[in-house]
């Protein structure tokens, strides 16, 4: 079984609809991450989380919120998407720095009409 | 600002050849960096990581690491049509001081291994 999964894997929504993509792993890190990312931007960091009463806020995290449910579970609402937010969303996990990478789950493909 | 920088490719590369990848970082206090391989529409997977200055070898890769020129490069031996993918570089920065780090992602670049 996958170490950090994603739900769903895919979805297309309509505009000013309240989704949510869920996140989970089986790694036992303390650290989680969200994620989206575009063509030629990379990677853009949301939201983190360093424990289960720990969450920062990343670069974009304007439109979206999460939800630390455990220290396995880690959820991204999107309140009233907007069709530029479509994009792969990715979640991640790790230990703590300075030395530990970040393991990704498989992603999200969210459509926003 | 933190930051992270690759050439955004496409590189090509013939397949059997060396293809170099580069990636330069700004914060000289650094001390740790990975490789990703991302392929198109799939999550990224670490391939490697290094620590200490000089290189380190995995197989057909070899990372390669430069603290004082704050330059990290990633080298595939015998390239295959499989390693088409963009790669990219991540290198755990530290801000707000006090130990407290952050992974950063370059762009990455984009490989294509022609058959």
């Known amino acids: 079984d996958a170490d950090v999964t994603q739900t769903p894997r895919n979805r297309i929504t309509k505009t000013g609809k309240r989704i949510m993509l869920e996140c989970s792993q089986t790694k036992g890190h303390d650290r989680m991450y969200w994620y989206r990312q575009d063509p030629g931007l990379g990677l853009r960091l949301i939201y983190y989380?360093?424990?289960?009463?720990?969450?920062n806020k990343g670069e974009i995290s304007d439109g979206y919120s999460v939800s630390r449910q455990a220290q396995a579970k880690f959820s991204l609402s999107l309140e009233s998407a907007i069709p530029n937010q479509t994009a792969l969303y990715f979640c991640?996990?790790?230990?703590?720095?300075?030395?530990?990478?970040?393991?990704f789950g498989p992603g999200t493909r969210l459509t926003v009409l | 600002q933190k930051e992270v920088e690759q050439n955004s490719g496409p590189l090509s590369v013939p397949e059997g050849a060396i293809a170099s990848l580069n990636c330069t970082y700004s914060?000289?206090?650094?001390?740790?960096f990975f490789w990703y391989r991302q392929y198109s529409g799939k999550s990224p997977e670490l391939i490697m990581f290094?620590?200490?200055?000089g290189d380190k070898e995995d197989g057909r890769f070899t990372a390669q690491l430069n603290k004082a020129s704050q330059y990290v490069s990633l080298l595939i031996r015998d390239s295959q049509p499989s390693d088409s993918a963009t790669y990219l570089c991540a290198v755990n920065m530290e801000y707000s001081g006090a130990g407290s780090y952050q992974l950063t992602f370059g762009k990455g670049t984009k490989l294509s291994v022609i058959p």
């Open positions: 914060d000289r206090g650094s001390q740790s």
């Open positions: 290094i620590y200490s200055n």
């Open positions: 991640a996990t790790s230990s703590p720095p300075p030395t530990s990478p970040q393991y």
């Open positions: 989380s360093f424990d289960v009463k720990d969450i």
